[in-house]
């Protein structure tokens, strides 16, 4: 069974600091893995997406994520937060077995401080 | 501006009640997911359909929760009778094609049941 693990339920970064946000996937299938970003009392939105292309992924709002398969990981990452990238981040992965269904981490809440 | 339209968007109930939740997927998307977001479980897959068709409810209490595609411009979540421990966020999302590579999310139904 394919899941995601985020590692760190809160991550504070300062404006303009390097935002990193972490992902570790299992699948016994070759999978597509996503980033989705929910603002208060809203649904999600896609940041971006790996469905088996370029292993660098670059997404909306200036973030990118960087598939490796060795270390299964597909970290988030922007080099430059803004105080309106505050925000709950959720990766999510789906996969032949799983009848691409996605199956969601639990979530990191991004804090931007002035 | 295609969207995934769910109502209501807030729900009160007291225990014991009937509750339906609707989605209108996008137009000329074939997947529609249900998703439950509570604080202490995350995003939790309820069901999901292809072509109207279910294929996986796993994720759904049995007894008191049901979901159905009358046509494939609707999706219905039921929960009879509700409870307590039912109040969450309830999210739909479409997509389009078998592998779904971008997922729409709607709103959310936030139902609280007392």
């Known amino acids: 069974a394919q899941s995601v693990t985020q590692l760190g339920s809160h991550v504070s970064v300062s404006e303009g600091a390097l935002v990193l946000l972490r992902c570790n996937y299992s699948?016994?299938?070759?999978?597509?893995l996503f980033w989705y970003v929910q603002y208060p009392n809203q649904g999600l939105q896609l940041l971006l997406k790996?469905?088996?292309?370029?292993?660098l992924v670059k997404g909306i709002n200036g973030f990118e994520a960087e598939f490796k398969k060795s270390e299964t990981s597909f970290h988030l990452t922007k080099p430059s937060a803004h105080m309106s990238d505050a925000a709950e981040y959720f990766c999510?992965?789906?996969?032949?077995?799983?009848?691409?269904?996605?199956?969601f981490g639990k979530g990191t809440s991004l804090l931007v401080t002035p | 501006d295609a969207r995934v339209t769910q109502t209501p968007r807030h729900k009160v109930t007291e225990m014991g009640q009937e509750v339906t939740m609707r989605c209108q997927p996008i137009?000329?998307?074939?997947?529609v997911f249900w998703y439950r977001q509570t604080m202490m479980q995350g995003l939790e897959l309820l069901a999901y359909?292809?072509?109207?068709?279910?294929?996986?409810d796993s994720g759904m209490p049995k007894d008191r929760f049901s979901a159905e595609m009358p046509d494939a411009t609707l999706a219905t979540l039921k929960i009879q009778p509700s409870e307590p421990r039912d109040s969450a966020v309830y999210f739909c999302?479409?997509?389009?094609?078998?592998?779904?590579?971008?997922?729409?999310f709607g709103q959310g139904t936030r139902l609280t049941v007392v």
């Open positions: 790996y469905t088996s292309a370029a292993t």
């Open positions: 359909f292809r072509n109207r068709a279910p294929l996986d």
């Open positions: 699948s016994s299938v070759p999978p597509y």
């Open positions: 999302a479409s997509g389009k094609g078998f592998a779904v590579t971008e997922a729409f």
């Open positions: 999510a992965v789906s996969d032949q077995d799983s009848g691409y269904a996605l199956n």
């Open positions: 137009l000329g998307h074939n997947t």
